[in-house]
């Protein structure tokens, strides 16, 4: 009677377990999703048509700050620094060819770069801004500036210092 009883509740169970998993099934659902590429057909290029200059600057006594805009004006944003009226530097240009009215964003320096006049002084550059439209135009180019603040020690020493920085363009 044990056994009998035994193999009914099995049985049973094994007929719930069944209508279970047959239930479940019937709530699962499929979908299907679309997946797609673009090949760009231009690559895009850029290139630095005028460098970044601050002109001829004068040190002073205290540390000073000279901005240069993107449209090339120039200021003394703190210190004593005289800026040489005659030689008023510029922002510096770029111009970039690709795929017409497709957009784009600029990378600009995010840290300080350093210029040096070849004899061991330094002075840095930092707080970079452009005026990038971040579209191509329908002629497929676009041209944008960069400007930067520069940093001068009190009586920094007279040299001439250069250095470098990157602008990277992307679509």
Do not use: C, H
């Not at 850029?46 to 000073?64: H, K, R, V």
């Not at 944003?77 to 964003?105: H, P, R």
């Not at 970079?128 to 603040?149: C, H, L, P, R, W």
Request: charged share 10%.
């Amino acid at each position: 009677m044990l056994t009998s009883k035994l193999t009914k509740t099995l049985a049973m169970a094994t007929v719930l377990g069944i209508g279970l998993t047959q239930g479940s099934a019937l709530l699962a659902a499929t979908a299907s999703a679309t997946a797609s590429a673009t090949i760009t057909s231009a690559p895009i290029t850029i290139t630095n048509t005028t460098p970044l200059s601050f002109g001829d600057i004068a040190t002073g006594d205290q540390a000073s700050v000279v901005d240069i805009a993107v449209d090339g004006t120039r200021t003394l944003d703190s210190g004593n620094a005289i800026l040489d009226a005659t030689a008023t530097g510029s922002a510096a240009a770029f111009s970039i060819t690709g795929e017409a009215s497709k957009a784009y964003t600029v990378t600009l320096p995010t840290t300080a770069v350093t210029l040096d006049d070849g004899s061991g002084n330094t002075m840095t550059i930092d707080n970079f801004v452009s005026n990038a439209s971040g579209t191509i135009a329908a002629d497929g180019t676009d041209s944008f500036n960069v400007g930067a603040k520069l940093n001068i020690a009190a009586n920094q020493p007279a040299g001439s210092y250069s250095g470098s920085f990157n602008v990277d363009v992307v679509y």
